[in-house]
């Protein structure tokens, strides 16, 4: 058996360091994993560069990384669904109690769940990780495992959708065009929406978002006034939206979410921004605009290797940068400056293949 489980931590804020750990042993209910591919979300490097997100606050070493698949090299005594092979996309959130939320289906709300790098949980950016295996998914052979390690973005989008209702023939507004705006843009396509726009500050990002599918583009500046901006978009659907999917946190960006609209629509908020936001509660309520919230995701993994599966949503364009996992540090730092969209991280020494 290999000895080498290099691991990339975070030691404290700013202080990120490869190291070795010991390869762990899967517990009966639970796989060791290879991983393969292992993607970096902006929620890492949030944690690296400031240490805590809202009350989730990194108080000793904690290891990074959560969208990740990889192959099962040894099984818990009493999983019976996987064997050693299998290559699985891997599900970071598991609840630790069978809670109410847990009971009605919304895992992802139960307050005790096990999230990989949220603290004080690791994540998996290493060579060898154990993970639960009720919650690893077989991928089909047709599925890579850079698309297995997408899934996980790709379920903030569809989990998104499901709670915006996006349905055949919505239209649909989507705030920024980072990871999460893109693949907000490829779920709600999937799910059936005719006419999606999406706007960002980059055109880089707007040109990513035509290339997977966006019908209308709007580039917006920092001082671009909210209702302007909604006149804007109506201007070039020719209605106003019927949903509205907001994926930056911006202030100014909610507002012109709301103020875009339609009345009796949705907005469902994915980005998260400061703790208190000025937003006009007054025009959605009188309108009848629903603002609904979305935390990670619950029951997406077998949807979302379906959709991958049958060809219907192309994760791969999202891919941008490629590092080996001993360029972690480096790996980082392109995420850090906001260069492409998703940088992988490939884990296993001898296949970096996609």
């Not at 047709?142 to 349905?167: F, K, W």
């Not at 804007?232 to 012109?256: D, F």
């Amino acid at each position: 058996m290999d000895k080498d489980n290099l691991t990339v931590v975070l030691q404290a804020k700013g202080d990120l360091r490869l190291e070795q750990r010991p390869i762990p042993e899967p517990g009966p209910n639970e796989v060791l994993i290879q991983m393969h591919s292992v993607g970096i979300c902006g929620s890492d490097v949030h944690y690296w560069q400031n240490g805590r997100i809202g009350d989730f606050v990194v108080k000793q070493p904690m290891v990074l990384g959560h969208e990740a698949s990889g192959r099962v090299v040894k099984v818990g005594s009493a999983v019976t669904h996987l064997r050693a092979g299998d290559r699985v996309a891997v599900e970071p959130g598991v609840p630790r109690e069978v809670d109410e939320f847990f009971k009605s289906g919304h895992y992802n709300l139960s307050p005790s769940i096990f999230f990989c790098a949220t603290p004080p949980d690791d994540g998996n950016l290493c060579r060898y990780y154990k993970h639960n295996a009720n919650f690893c998914y077989k991928l089909p052979d047709n599925v890579t495992y850079e698309e297995g390690a997408l899934i996980e973005p790709l379920s903030v989008g569809i989990h998104a959708c499901r709670r915006a209702g996006v349905t055949l023939g919505s239209s649909v507004f989507v705030c920024g065009a980072g990871p999460i705006g893109l693949v907000s843009l490829l779920a709600a396509k999937a799910m059936g929406a005719s006419q999606v726009i999406i706007s960002d500050l980059c055109s880089d990002r707007l040109a990513k978002a035509k290339e997977i599918g966006a019908d209308f583009l709007l580039h917006v500046k920092k001082e671009d006034e909210p209702k302007e901006m909604a006149k804007k978009v109506e201007g070039m659907l020719g209605r106003m939206p019927q949903i509205s999917i907001e994926c930056t946190g911006v202030q100014s960006s909610i507002q012109t979410a709301i103020y875009a609209t339609r009345s009796g629509g949705v907005v469902v908020l994915v980005g998260l921004g400061t703790e208190m936001t000025t937003v006009p509660l007054l025009n959605a309520a009188v309108r009848e605009v629903d603002i609904r919230g979305v935390f990670r995701y619950c029951n997406t993994w077998p949807v979302a290797i379906s959709m991958l599966a049958s060809k219907k949503v192309n994760v791969k364009p999202l891919v941008t940068h490629r590092f080996s996992l001993e360029q972690a540090v480096e790996a980082f730092e392109t995420t850090r400056q906001g260069l492409g969209v998703k940088v992988m991280l490939k884990c296993d020494k001898n296949d970096q293949n996609p």
